[in-house]
């Protein structure tokens, strides 16, 4: 098993930076792919970003240029740098892991955290 716990969450104005946090526990974290998603109201869940343990990595689209992943494999951590946020920004985070990235980009985790919430104001 897997413990994932985010954080790093909060309000912030449009084109300012959040930077979120998942500390992962539990089983061995070598060889395991982890990523982002969001959730807003109405909308399905989304891919923001993913990295594979070899450290390949993917973003979406709309993020491209402005969030980065990064990953701490000594502290099995994962974080999301996020800059010039947008109001469309908004949603829960959640990170997950999965043992591939392909299963990470098909929303086939494994694992999730329990989300931390991002709001932007115009």
């Known amino acids: 098993q897997v413990q994932l716990v985010e954080s790093g969450g909060g309000v912030v104005q449009a084109g300012g930076s959040l930077r979120l946090s998942c500390a992962a526990s539990?089983?061995?974290?070598?060889?395991?792919?982890m990523g982002w998603f969001r959730q807003s109201p109405g909308k399905d869940r989304e891919v923001v970003g993913a990295?594979?343990?070899?450290?390949?990595?993917y973003y979406t689209d709309s993020v491209k240029g402005r969030f980065t992943i990064s990953r701490d494999n000594a502290k099995n951590t994962l974080h999301l740098q996020m800059n010039s946020l947008k109001p469309e920004d908004t949603a829960v985070y959640y990170c997950?892991?999965?043992?591939?990235?392909?299963?990470?980009?098909?929303?086939?985790?494994?694992?999730w955290g329990q989300g931390t919430q991002v709001t932007v104001s115009s």
């Open positions: 997950a892991a999965a043992i591939s990235l392909e299963r990470i980009l098909k929303g086939a985790s494994a694992y």
């Open positions: 990295m594979a343990w070899s450290g390949n990595s």
């Open positions: 539990g089983r061995t974290l070598v060889g395991i792919a």
